[in-house]
């Protein structure tokens, strides 16, 4: 695997929206569809992997929550006065596909639909909770977390990238 030599171009961020409000928004619209194309897949299809080696609909599912639940600890670690945490940049698959090794955001093996979709809306809208509050108490030009193709973020990307993260998996995972 090659690891990206440069970030993406934050224009890709910032199409989603200019405020808090306005990236949460995009992040629940990407999360209702998330789920809408889970429940028109089907119990089989959607956990069944997707390809050799690959998760399954569901598994980037429980994915994406497990993404947006470390994006609000590193909001919480900078409230409190800690440094974000720092991950490597990521990589690019023999398949073309992006790559990141972070245990944290490794889906659980069996998830079970209607947890993963509660737990993804639950942790969506307490991401969009947790930006607005650090803007509140002034941390809106703080970085509060580093996303490995990304880079730094605020708390405002780190809405925007929930909003992106969903959108790229509906692409490439979430497809008919």
Same mark, same amino acid.
């Given at each position: ?17 200019? *405020?808090? /409000?306005? &990236?949460?928004?995009? $992040? %629940?619209?990407?999360? @209702?569809? =998330?789920? #809408?194309? +889970? ?61 990141? *090794?972070? /245990?944290? &955001?490794?889906?659980? $093996? %069996?998830?079970?639909? @209607?947890? =993963?979709? #509660?737990? +993804? ?56």
């Amino acid at each position: 695997m090659k690891q990206i030599e440069e970030y993406f171009p934050r224009e890709l961020l910032e199409r989603f929206g200019a *405020s808090v /409000a306005e &990236a949460g928004v995009h $992040a %629940e619209a990407a999360v @209702a569809e =998330v789920i #809408a194309r +889970l429940e028109a897949l089907g119990g089989e299809r959607m956990t069944a992997p997707v390809g050799p080696g690959k998760w399954s609909p569901l598994q980037v599912a429980d994915h994406l929550h497990r993404v947006n639940v470390l994006a609000i600890d590193g909001i919480r670690r900078v409230s409190e006065g800690e440094e974000p945490v720092r991950t490597e940049r990521g990589h690019v698959g023999a398949d073309g596909g992006l790559v990141v *090794s972070l /245990a944290a &955001a490794e889906p659980v $093996a %069996e998830p079970v639909f @209607a947890r =993963v979709a #509660a737990d +993804l809306r639950r942790s969506t809208a307490a991401l969009v909770e947790a930006a607005a509050q650090a803007e509140g108490v002034g941390l809106a030009a703080t970085v509060v977390n580093v996303n490995p193709f990304f880079g730094e973020l605020t708390p405002l990307d780190s809405v925007r990238m929930a909003a992106l993260h969903a959108r790229h998996h509906i692409r490439n995972h979430l497809c008919e």
